[in-house]
């Protein structure tokens, strides 16, 4: 690849991009964003070879595009690229959500390029910006590219290429399921752990609960760190998905309350057993 463009050189898009060039896999990166400082941070880092303030600027010429902004911006950000997209450039995105990113790049466009992959890296962290970035982020982990019915084959081979350089196993899957496997797997459990360090802060005695928070709170709630623009984003674009992982959940948070009210240990054994077993034989 002669030159990449990541619109976004943040967590994601950094870490892409000094993969990327770790690798040889491309000659040029040029970054583009809103932000001249964190832009100047990522030229001095080695991320990116230029930045551009200007979308336009940075996308012209350039074989690939990243777009790898939160999610609620999207559609502002190619509206910025209209008609300064090559026709043979390949667009990709690494956003959390997939159907609303799909709509939002055809608004924004005003038509859905057939060279538009969307994709998206289950791989990050809890700390946000091109400082947190790190060339071997995707090594070994999953990327979904969720290719479009219509998109051509080339591009979606080309950005299963690119990640796979960066270290990562590529797999295809519709949009639509792409959005509700990751409302259960990721937004749900990013939700409660928010919602539970939120709900224990309201608390008079949050000083001491905090103070005496041991290492199951810490694991449980290191996501609660992560950024909450992002996090606002993919609530507003993945809704339906998500309020009924959340309906799911509050079914069994009520089955649990009763059970604990009711001194039903044997429920207790049986829920604690269910969810030993799951978790052992998928993450262990
Ligand atoms: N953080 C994570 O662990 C993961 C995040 N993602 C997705 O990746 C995307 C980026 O997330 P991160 O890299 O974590 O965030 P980040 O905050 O580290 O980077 C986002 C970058 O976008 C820039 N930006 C924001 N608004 C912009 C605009 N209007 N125009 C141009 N640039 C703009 C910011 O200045 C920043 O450099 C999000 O869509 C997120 O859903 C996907 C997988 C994992
Ligand atoms: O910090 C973690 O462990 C994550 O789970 C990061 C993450 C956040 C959002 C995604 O869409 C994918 C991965």
Not at 115 to 137: M, N, Q
Not at 163 to 181: I, K, R, T
Not at 234 to 257: K, P, S, T, W, Y
Request: charged share 25%; hydrophobic share 45%; aromatic share 4%.
């Amino acid at each position: 690849m002669e030159r990449l463009a990541i619109v976004g050189v943040g967590l994601i898009g950094g870490s892409l991009a000094l993969a990327l060039r770790r690798a040889g896999y491309c000659h040029e990166v040029v970054g583009a964003g809103r932000d001249r400082a964190s832009l100047q941070r990522a030229l001095d880092m080695g991320v990116i070879d230029r930045f551009e303030l200007d979308v336009c600027s940075a996308v012209r010429g350039a074989d690939v595009v990243v777009l790898a902004t939160p999610v609620g911006v999207i559609e502002s950000v190619c509206r910025s690229m209209r008609g300064c997209l090559g026709d043979t450039s390949i667009l990709t995105d690494v956003g959390s959500v997939k159907a609303a990113v799909v709509q939002a790049v055809e608004a924004g466009l005003g038509r859905l390029p057939t060279h538009f992959v969307p994709g998206h890296p289950i791989a990050g962290r809890e700390r946000a910006g091109v400082e947190a970035a790190e060339a071997d982020l995707y090594q070994g982990r999953r990327v979904i590219l969720t290719p479009l019915p219509e998109g051509d084959v080339t591009a979606a081979l080309a950005v299963k290429r690119m990640w796979e350089a960066a270290g990562a196993q590529v797999e295809n899957m519709p949009v639509a399921h792409h959005d509700e496997v990751l409302a259960a797997t990721s937004h749900l459990p990013h939700l409660l752990a928010y919602t539970l360090v939120s709900s224990l802060s309201r608390l008079d005695e949050q000083e001491e609960i905090f103070r005496y928070a041991a290492g199951g709170f810490r694991d449980f709630t290191r996501i609660a760190s992560s950024d909450p623009v992002m996090w606002r984003d993919i609530c507003l674009h993945n809704r339906d998905d998500i309020v009924a992982m959340l309906r799911h959940f509050r079914g069994d948070l009520d089955i649990l309350e009763k059970a604990i009210a009711g001194a039903d240990g044997d429920r207790l054994l049986t829920l604690f057993q269910r969810a030993k077993q799951t978790r052992d034989r998928f993450c262990g």
